[in-house]
C-alpha cells in the first residue's frame, strides 16, 4: 500500500503477504511471483486488521480461519504480534541525492527507533547504502549507541538500494524460524538505485525468503510520481508493507511515527499445512473472519513456495 503525499490518514501495514491498495491505486504486475523459503512443517503469518478507516481492532484466535490452498487449517499457535521481539533492519540512503536532506532522515530515523523499539525485547540493525550498503551497526537495543551510530553516517555517492535490501534480508535469514520474531526492513530513500549488483526482483526475493515486510519512506521532495516512488511501493506492497510519501521533508518524523504504530498493532498465526506438500508450488494463504464484520479488512501474507520435493 501506499500513502500519497499530504494524506492524513494513517497507512494499513500487511506483513508477510496479500499486498493491496488504495482505490485509484495501479497495481504493479511487471515481476513475478516471489519465492518464499519456508519450514514446510509450518507456516508463520502475520497480519493486521482495521476498519475502512484504518483504525485496528481488537480479535481472538475464535475470530479467525486460516486456509492453504482453500482448505482449513488448525491453528496451533494465536498471539498478538506485539508480544514476539522484533528484529528491525533500518536502511539509511547515504547517497548525494539525499545530502541537502540528510539531516533530516538522521533526525527522523532516530525518533522512529525510540517509537519502536521495547527495552530489553526488540533490536535493530543499521544499514547504510551509497555506492554499497554498509552495516553500520549489527542488531542492538541500545538506543544510545544506535542513535550515535545513525549521527556518523555522512552522505556520498550512488545508490546500491537493492544490494542493501539483500543484505539486511540475508543476515535475517539466520535467524527466521516460524513464530521466533518478528522481522522488518524499513528504507528510508528516494528509492532511485543506480549502482546494484543485484536487481529489484532478487532484492525482493531475499526478503521474501527472510520472511521481511518491507516498509519505506521516500525523500523525494517530488510532486509527481517517480520511478523511485514505483520502486518503494513495489517492494513494500509485495511484501505486504507499505509506502509512504510525505508532503515534504519535515513530516518525515510524522511518517515514520505512522510506521512505529503499525508495528504494534498485529497478529500472528502458526499453522501446519494439511496435506503436508513439499512441491516447490506457489500456496495460496488467506485468513478470514468467521463472522464477517461490516468494514473490517483482514491483511495478510499472500502465500508461500514450499520447498521442492528431494
Do not use: W
Not at 499486498?19 to 512443517?41: I, K, M, S, Y
Not at 498471539?79 to 540512503?93: C, F, G, M, T, Y
Request: charged content about 25%; aromatic content about 8%.
Amino acid at each position: 500500500m501506499a500513502i500519497r503525499r499530504g494524506a492524513a490518514a494513517a497507512a494499513v501495514i500487511l506483513v508477510s503477504g496479500l499486498p493491496f491498495r488504495c482505490l485509484g491505486q495501479t497495481p504493479v504486475t511487471t515481476a513475478p511471483e516471489p519465492h518464499f523459503n519456508l519450514d514446510v512443517n509450518r507456516v508463520a503469518a502475520t497480519f493486521s486488521v482495521t476498519d475502512r478507516k484504518g483504525h485496528f481492532v481488537t480479535l481472538t484466535r475464535d475470530d479467525f480461519q486460516v486456509f492453504d490452498n482453500q482448505r482449513e487449517q488448525k491453528i496451533l499457535e494465536f498471539s498478538a504480534e506485539s508480544e514476539l521481539p522484533l528484529r528491525l533492519a533500518l536502511l539509511i540512503d547515504a547517497s548525494t541525492s539525499v545530502r541537502e536532506r540528510f539531516h533530516f532522515i538522521q533526525d527522523a530515523a532516530i525518533g522512529f527507533l525510540t517509537n519502536s523499539l521495547r527495552p530489553g525485547q526488540d533490536q535493530a540493525m543499521l544499514l547504510s547504502f551509497d555506492i554499497e550498503p554498509d552495516v553500520i551497526s549489527e542488531f542492538d537495543g541500545d538506543m544510545d549507541r544506535l542513535a550515535a551510530k545513525i549521527r556518523d553516517v555522512r552522505p556520498g555517492g550512488a545508490t546500491a538500494l537493492y544490494d542493501a535490501v539483500e543484505l539486511a534480508a540475508r543476515r535475517m535469514t539466520q535467524d527466521s524460524q516460524p513464530g521466533r520474531y518478528r522481522f522488518a526492513i524499513v528504507i528510508f530513500s528516494d528509492g532511485e538505485d543506480n549502482q546494484s549488483r543485484l536487481t529489484r526482483q532478487q532484492a525482493l526475493e531475499a526478503a521474501q525468503r527472510a520472511n521481511a515486510v518491507v516498509f519505506a519512506v521516500s525523500t523525494s521532495e517530488q510532486s509527481a510520481q517517480s520511478q523511485g516512488d514505483k520502486i518503494l511501493k513495489f517492494l513494500s506492497s509485495e511484501t505486504g508493507g507499505a509506502a509512504i510519501f510525505p508532503f515534504k521533508v519535515e513530516d518525515l518524523a510524522r511518517s515514520f511515527e505512522t510506521i512505529a504504530k503499525e508495528l504494534h498493532h498485529q497478529y500472528n498465526i502458526l499453522y501446519r499445512p494439511e496435506p503436508l506438500t513439499a512441491d516447490g508450488r506457489f500456496h495460496a494463504v488467506e485468513i478470514r473472519l468467521k463472522q464477517p464484520k461490516g468494514g473490517f479488512l483482514v491483511r495478510a501474507r499472500k502465500g508461500y513456495y514450499a520447498p521442492p520435493a528431494h
